[in-house]
């Protein structure tokens, strides 16, 4: 089992960039492919990036590409999301998850969730 702390939420000017990150606690870290997903208020939680076990493998939604960058530190058991060129659409609560089998785009793929940090995009 993992246990996953997001944190580096905040609120930011349309254009401003943001890192968050999630720490990773409990079972080898390098055990799991891990992604990001998001829910804006009165939608459905979406699936934004993922990258795998070892990170050779990134994998992003459309509506992200070319913004953000996903990466993962084995040293610090932490996976990071890099987002630039923020938009007021992007604003939402960012969750991390972890997934003991693959690197994957669907909320069903993923067996350990965190509780998510809020991202503002406004001005």
């Known amino acids: 089992q993992v246990q996953l702390v997001e944190s580096g939420g905040g609120l930011v000017q349309p254009g401003g960039s943001l890192r968050l990150s999630c720490a990773a606690s409990g079972r080898t870290f390098s055990s799991y492919a891990m992604g990001w997903f998001r829910q804006a208020p009165g939608k459905e939680r979406e699936f934004v990036a993922a990258i795998s076990r070892g990170g050779g493998n990134t994998y992003y939604a459309d509506s992200v590409k070319g913004r953000f960058t996903i990466s993962r530190d084995g040293a610090e058991n932490t996976v990071y999301l890099r987002m630039n060129s923020l938009k007021p659409e992007d604003t939402a609560v960012y969750y991390c998850?972890?997934?003991?089998?693959?690197?994957?785009?669907?909320?069903?793929?993923?067996?350990?969730w965190g509780q998510g940090t809020q991202v503002t995009v406004s001005s």
């Open positions: 998850a972890a997934s003991e089998r693959w690197l994957g785009a669907h909320q069903y793929e993923y067996d350990y």
